[in-house]
Antibody
């Protein structure tokens, strides 16, 4: 059974760093893109970027380029989304999704709250 | 960046038919945009209903179908059920990556 399991909710202060994860199982993790999607409170979905774990080829939406870093470790079937200095406006739910041409499986989401 | 447009809200009667559309600020939506449709219910992760304009996943109810209509991508729901009340998002593929529309809140009433 294919699964994407994301790390748990985080509460951080502005300026802090954070790395959240998305662990795949039930398939060859290296061979499928993993996308990250943001959903701010009460708002719609925003495509942030995508990574191919097989060679760590990462691509970003222009809106998120330079704001976050997407990475992956295929040896442990895990993709990551990280920030070096969080802002209050980074408060959102972040989803990962598998993309082999059809965005078929989604993680359960990670809630990130940034508040002083 | 391209802007993807959807109706903010639509209402359909139980058993009725409704079409949601997805447009692009760059011009007509084509199969080359590989249109996707997602359903999201409150408190849940999105679920992919349609990919590559018309293709369904094994879990996609038969009453949902995707197409191109008048220069836009379209999601048609035929025979709406109460459980279809949800937010629906389309997503298009561009050279700079994927872009979601703002979502359509579908009410079954």
């Amino acid at each position: 059974e294919v699964q994407l399991v994301q790390s748990g909710a985080e509460v951080k202060k502005p300026g802090e760093s954070l790395k959240i994860s998305c662990k795949g199982s039930g398939y060859n993790f290296a061979n499928y893109w993993i996308a990250w999607v943001r959903q701010m409170p009460g708002k719609g979905l925003e495509w942030m970027g995508i990574i191919f774990p097989g060679d760590s080829d990462a691509r970003y939406s222009p809106s998120f380029q330079g704001q976050v870093t997407i990475s992956a470790d295929k040896s442990i079937n895990t993709a990551y989304l990280q920030w070096t200095s969080l802002k209050a406006t980074d408060t959102a739910i972040f989803y990962c999704a598998r993309h082999g041409g059809n965005y078929d499986y989604w993680g359960q989401g990670t809630l990130v709250t940034v508040s002083s | 960046q391209a802007v993807v447009t959807q109706e903010p809200s639509l209402t359909v009667s139980p058993g009725g038919t409704v079409t949601l559309t997805c447009g692009s600020s760059t011009g007509a939506v084509t199969n080359g945009h590989y249109p996707y449709w997602f359903q999201q219910k409150p408190g849940q992760a999105p679920r992919t209903l349609i990919y590559d304009t018309t293709n369904k996943h094994s879990w996609t109810p038969a009453r949902f179908s995707g197409s191109l209509l008048g220069g836009k991508a379209a999601l048609t729901l035929s025979g709406a059920q109460p459980e279809d009340e949800a937010e629906y998002y389309c997503m298009l593929s561009y050279s700079a990556g994927h872009r979601f529309g703002g979502g359509t809140k579908l009410t079954v009433l």
